[in-house]
Antibody, heavy 121, light 110 residues
C-alpha cells in the first residue's frame, strides 16, 4: 500500500542538528512532492517546506530559511529533512506528507507516522 | 506567517450535524480553496477532502466540503463518536508562496 515511513524519535541538545528520514513505498517516489509539517505538543500544524524528489528543487517557509535543508535519495525512495541550530521551541512531532493533485486541486493525501524530536539539555 | 482562522472548538450531540468553518483571504481560500484534514489524538492527520467536496476513496459521505468567498466549510452529518477529533483546513497561499493551516477545531460529540 501507499505509505511513508519515518525514522525514529530523536533527543538533541540545543544547538545541535537533527536529520529525519521519510521512506516512500507503493508509488513512484519521483512523481509527488514531499512536504514537511511539524506539530508541537497540543498545538496546530506548521508547514516547513517542500521538495520535488525528481528535480531536488525545494521551497522553505520563511521562518525556517537558512536553518532547514530538504534532500532526497531517489535510489532508495527516501526524503530527508535536516534542521540546524536546534532550540527548545523546535521540540515537536515532525511529519512528512505527500502532495497530491486531483480534481484540479492539491492536498496532503499521505502522511508519515511522525517523528518526535525533543530538544533538551 | 498568517494562517487560516478556525473556531477552537465545536460541540454537538450524537447524530446531530456539525459545520466547521475556515476563513482565509483572496490569496488562499478565496483563490485556491481549502482541503480538510482530521486528526485523532496521537495519530497523523488524515485527508478528508480536497477543495470543492472532492473526497478521497473511503471517506464517508456524511462529510461534505464547500466554499463561499474566503470561507471554507466542512459539514458532518449524523455525528458518531468516532468523529470526535481535531479538524484542520489547509490552503496554498499565493502571496506567501507557502502552505498555510488553520489553527484547528476540536470537535466534541456529546
Amino acid at each position: 500500500q501507499v505509505q511513508l515511513v519515518q525514522s525514529g524519535a530523536e533527543v538533541k541538545e540545543p544547538g545541535a542538528s537533527v536529520k529525519v528520514s521519510c521512506k516512500a513505498s507503493g508509488y513512484t517516489f519521483t512523481s509527488y512532492d514531499i512536504n514537511w509539517v511539524r506539530q508541537a505538543t497540543g498545538q496546530g500544524l506548521e508547514w516547513m517546506g517542500w521538495m520535488n524528489p525528481n528535480s531536488g528543487n525545494t521551497g522553505y517557509a520563511q521562518k525556517f530559511q537558512g536553518r532547514v535543508t530538504m534532500t532526497r535519495d531517489a535510489s532508495i525512495s527516501t526524503a530527508y529533512m535536516e534542521l540546524n541550530s536546534l532550540r527548545s521551541e523546535d521540540t515537536a512531532v515532525y511529519y512528512c506528507a505527500r502532495l497530491s493533485l486531483r480534481w484540479g486541486s492539491r492536498a496532503f493525501d499521505i502522511w508519515g507516522q511522525g517523528t518526535m524530536v525533543t530538544v533538551s539539555s | 506567517q498568517a494562517g487560516l482562522t478556525q473556531p477552537p472548538s465545536v460541540s454537538k450531540g450524537l447524530r446531530q450535524t456539525a459545520t466547521l468553518t475556515c476563513t482565509g483571504d483572496s490569496n488562499n481560500v478565496g483563490n485556491q480553496g481549502a482541503a480538510w484534514l482530521q486528526q485523532h489524538q496521537g495519530h497523523p492527520p488524515k485527508l478528508l477532502s480536497y477543495r470543492d467536496n472532492n473526497r478521497p476513496s473511503g471517506i464517508s459521505e456524511r462529510l461534505s466540503a464547500s466554499r463561499s468567498g474566503n470561507t471554507a466549510s466542512l459539514t458532518i452529518t449524523g455525528l458518531q463518536p468516532e468523529d470526535e477529533a481535531d479538524y484542520y483546513c489547509s490552503a496554498w497561499d499565493s502571496s506567501l508562496s507557502a502552505w498555510v493551516f488553520g489553527g484547528g477545531t476540536k470537535l466534541t460529540v456529546l
